[in-house]
């Protein structure tokens, strides 16, 4: 089974979430697929045991065989390769690397050659089996990254994805082919509104969900009460307190700085187990 | 005319927050929530919103069943798996490449313009306000960013104003990217954990890898204060100035709640802090 951990907003709670729950479960994998800043690392300290680097493939031109046809800038729609005069370049930053230009190529004259946009590493701690990817600094695309991620996911028997925030395509690639997504937010009118977003989002892709408030003694009720409205089960609430925070900046787990959370994580695992039965039946 | 970039790495760091507080403090500005996956910074603004235009990110392939001989090329060449076993789009998964609409034997496939989102230029208590809304799930968050600073651009010329007071996205990818274009100045906020420090790093690498000079503000710092130490460390030893600190104050939330930026709040110790902040940023950006 894979559980997503996502949140709209950033900064409410999701790798403590993430990491706190797959602590608790037995046999489980973290995939942090928040490759623009992971930060489940601080927190499960895994020992590295394989590093790869992360490719996408970018179109290399043989200036002996190009005709300056410009077929190649005609296909590309991202504006990543252009003919000026008999010189033909490519902007590899621009580049999707779709594939289009060396397929149409009439000269066969591109070539793919990767280039290397981040680095997923793999290995254990704290009892668990852990992934993440880092994308290297100044890259902007982080799909194919945290694709190569997800490719470590070996669903037997439990997956966490710890999620990037937001609503666009990193938070989409991240979650997508989950059977369950746990929710974070803050009772905050930022919170709840950005909770909103969220929603919407797993409605479209049919993931089932549920949500956990953090810091729920701060701000109003009316992230509850939309929860009520909208019949999205709460799962699980967390006050806010000092001792929290401050393990929390410190990188140590919750279950771990509050004994007391081992259970609630426990009971929260299971909330999920059960809604994620209902909706498969 | 300057531009000032509050950003953040980690998100919930206060940015927002942060960029709320200056917007009522700065003089002739236009306001910008360059956001636009999880924009919050109209919650404290109340917008009125005057224009709104609809966001044409990209193309799209819609396939003519009609013509469609089911030769399954189109799902071939996508490099994205976004041509279903069934021989159908997924949206979700497409980034408009259009690869398939130009390899399709049959010429079935056509590619067309895809809305997703609106932008708005509005008037707020504070000065013109540009923000937009991308759609749910859509993709090029960085075009749309783009597109909202040239429009605050415009907007600024014509009104003749001194800043443009930008509030970022989280992480340090296409949208963070799009957002750093051509700023005078980025503000990392960050808190006082080890995850904040680490994504404030990361940001700031990406701000200097695009030569934009940055300043860092650190948030809630009393709540760990030796991190907050080893940021100011850092700080120092990458020779980047802390413009200051911000306390940890219940008084924040609540000015939220009542969609009051901190300044208008008139409690707690974080808007004199912030109003400090701002006083020095003032002075070293010369507006
Ligand atoms: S691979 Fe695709 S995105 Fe890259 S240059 Fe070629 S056509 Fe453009
Ligand atoms: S436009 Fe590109 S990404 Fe979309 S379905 Fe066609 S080949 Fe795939």
Not at chain 1, 3 to 25: E, F, Q, R
Not at chain 1, 29 to 46: A, K, M, T
Not at chain 2, 190 to 215: C, M, N, Q, W, Y
Request: net charge negative; glycine share 8%; aromatic share 6%.
């Amino acid at each position: 089974m894979i559980i997503a951990v996502a949140s709209g907003k950033g900064g409410t709670g999701k790798t403590t979430v993430a990491v706190s729950l797959a602590l608790v479960i037995l046999e489980v994998q973290l995939l942090d697929c928040d490759v623009e800043e992971p930060n489940s690392h601080i927190f499960i300290r895994p020992a590295i045991t394989d590093t790869e680097a992360v490719p996408i493939l970018v179109p290399k031109i043989d200036e002996e065989k190009c005709t300056s046809c410009g077929r190649c800038s005609s296909v590309c729609v991202y504006n990543a390769i252009a003919v000026l005069g008999t010189h033909t370049l490519v902007f590899p930053e621009l580049c999707h690397g779709c594939g289009a230009c060396s397929y149409f190529c009439p000269e066969g004259a591109i070539e793919e050659v990767p280039r290397n946009i981040g680095t997923v590493e793999a290995g254990s701690g704290r009892g668990l089996k852990f992934v993440h990817g880092i994308l290297n600094v100044g890259e902007a695309m982080s799909p194919p990254l945290i694709r190569a991620v997800k490719r470590h996911t070996d669903k037997n028997p439990v997956t966490i994805i710890d999620a990037p925030p937001g609503t666009s395509c990193p938070v989409i690639t991240s979650i997508k082919g989950s059977d369950f997504c746990i929710l974070v937010t803050e009772p905050t009118p930022f919170g709840l509104n950005d909770l909103m977003l969220s929603v919407e989002v797993l409605r479209k892709m049919r993931i089932p969900f549920g949500a956990v408030i953090n810091r729920c003694d701060i701000g109003n009720r009316e992230t509850v009460s939309y929860c009520k409205k909208e019949r999205i089960p709460i799962l699980m609430e967390i006050p806010f307190r000092r001792e929290i925070a401050s393990a929390y900046s410190k990188g140590i787990p919750i279950v771990e700085a509050v004994p007391e959370y081992r259970g609630r994580f426990i009971d929260l695992y299971k909330s999920v187990l059960k809604l994620q039965g209902m909706n498969q039946s | 005319m300057k531009e000032l970039l509050v950003i953040s790495g980690k998100g919930g760091t206060g940015k927002t927050v942060v960029t709320g507080a200056f917007a009522s403090l700065a003089e002739n500005t236009v306001i910008v929530d360059c956001d636009v996956d999880a924009a919050d910074l109209h919650l404290l603004l109340s917008p009125t919103v005057k224009e709104a235009h609809l966001f044409k990110s990209g193309l799209q392939p819609v396939i003519d069943e009609e013509r469609c001989t089911r030769c399954g090329t189109c799902r071939t060449v996508c490099r994205f798996d976004a041509v279903t076993p069934k021989l159908s789009i997924s949206h979700i998964d497409c980034e408009g490449c259009g690869f398939c609409a130009n390899a399709c034997p049959e010429q079935a496939i056509e590619m067309i313009e895809n809305v997703s989102g609106e932008w708005y230029i509005s008037e707020t208590r504070y000065g013109p306000f540009v923000h937009a809304k991308l759609g749910i799930a859509e993709e090029n968050s960085g075009k749309l960013v783009t597109l909202v600073k040239q429009q605050a651009r415009s907007v600024a010329e014509e009104s003749g104003s001194d800043l443009i007071l930008i509030d970022g996205s989280p992480g340090i990818g296409c949208p963070v990217i799009a957002s750093l274009a051509g700023v005078d100045c980025a503000v990392v906020v960050t808190e006082p954990t080890i995850s904040g420090l680490h994504d404030a790093g990361r940001v700031i690498e990406v701000a200097k890898h695009f030569d934009v000079p940055v300043k860092v503000v650190v948030n809630k710092f009393d709540l760990n204060e030796e991190m907050t130490q080893k940021t100011e460390e850092y700080c120092r030893n990458n020779g980047i100035a802390v413009l200051g600190k911000i306390p940890f104050c219940e008084s924040v939330v609540r000015a939220t709640v009542e969609g009051k930026t901190v300044v208008e709040y008139d409690h707690g110790e974080a808007k004199p802090a912030i109003v400090k902040i701002w006083k020095t940023l003032e002075e070293e950006l010369g507006v």
